[in-house]
């Protein structure tokens, strides 16, 4: 059974192709009984518009693009959560890309997303100084940088005061007495891990634990790794909570106490955090607000008419404490 076309349509309702057209995307244009006559022949053909012909049309479509980092990382569930619920109010699909933190798979996405004519692309960039975002700009596409600042002011841009988070969480590490202090990171070329780390070494040096990527495996191999260490650290910042959980995991399965043998702290207080073994301390984020202003951000220049102004939103992170960090052990 082929596809029922417009003027099928038009035919059975006993009107005009255009008539029809105004049904679909003008209806207040039309008489009430004509509208109604042709919403029964569409009910009754099963016609269904093309949406990719009218987006040619248009220029472009009724979708935003969303490029993370990690799609199985809960602070991007949470942040793509914000971003559909400012989408669905403005009637419009997301499409979700997760990079894994490569740069030729965020291109291709990218390439991807243009071609689907998108009315603007959230993006977390691998690299935030490439100058494909410039590019797609050039052409008018709109983009805005989620948990990045946009220091050139090319771009609307939302993100929470990295290098803050990191100072409150190392502090809290000192206050409560802690000398030597690891920090256990991602690859350290992503904003948000080199951030974090000159926030944190404000109060004084620290070991860096890079791994491969940001998640509970390599925070795994992490804590083999310090643990390794001819004089291994009492305290450890993570540069996220899922490192945090993998440390943590090591430390239950050598039998070790957090935190008397190793406090803890996280980043981004995922819900996973509070549910941990150990309830994990964390420098939280307010990730569902990230989404939600990125996207209305975002709405705001594909609409606008006259010049744009970007703007550079910072929110500011807070320290949640819980019981994987405290004192380090007292020696004799």
């Known amino acids: 059974m082929g596809t029922t076309s417009i003027r099928e349509v038009a035919e059975r309702a006993g009107v005009s192709v255009g008539t029809v057209s105004n049904v679909l995307n003008r209806p207040e244009a039309v008489a009430p009984a004509t509208r109604e006559r042709v919403r029964r022949a569409i009910d009754e053909l099963g016609f269904v518009r093309n949406e990719s012909a009218r987006h040619l049309r248009a220029g472009r479509s009724r979708t935003l693009g969303l490029v993370v980092l990690d799609v199985t990382n809960p602070f991007f569930t949470d942040v793509a959560r914000g971003v559909e619920d400012a989408a669905n109010e403005a009637g419009l699909a997301v499409i979700l890309c997760n990079s894994d933190e490569r740069r030729d798979k965020e291109q291709a996405y990218l390439d991807l997303l243009e071609e689907q004519r998108v009315q603007g692309v959230l993006i977390t960039p691998v690299d935030v100084d490439g100058d494909r975002l410039a590019r797609m700009r050039q052409r008018g596409v709109p983009v805005v940088l989620v948990d990045r600042h946009a220091s050139d002011g090319d771009h609307c841009s939302v993100a929470v005061d990295d290098v803050l988070g990191g100072e409150l969480a190392a502090a809290h590490l000192r206050d409560l007495g802690h000398e030597r202090i690891a920090y256990v990171s991602g690859p350290m070329s992503l904003a948000q ?140």
Do not use: W
Request: negative net charge.
């Open 193 to 332: 891990c080199a951030d974090r780390y000159r926030g944190a070494i404000a109060g004084g040096e620290m070991e860096i634990i890079a791994g491969a990527a940001l998640n509970v495996a390599s925070g795994r191999d992490a804590g083999e790794r310090l643990l390794g260490l001819r004089t291994p650290p009492t305290a450890v910042f993570c540069a996220n909570d899922l490192l945090a959980l993998g440390v943590l995991q090591v430390m239950v399965a050598r039998g070790l106490s957090v935190p008397g043998d190793l406090s803890i702290v996280g980043y981004d207080d995922i819900e996973f955090a509070a549910a941990a073994a150990v309830p994990l301390s964390s420098v939280r984020q307010p990730r569902h607000l990230l989404g939600r202003t990125a996207a209305e951000l975002l709405l705001a220049e594909a609409d606008a008419t006259d010049q744009h102004v970007h703007r550079q939103v910072r929110f500011s992170p807070e320290l949640v404490v819980r019981a994987s960090s405290g004192p380090p052990k007292q020696t004799d």
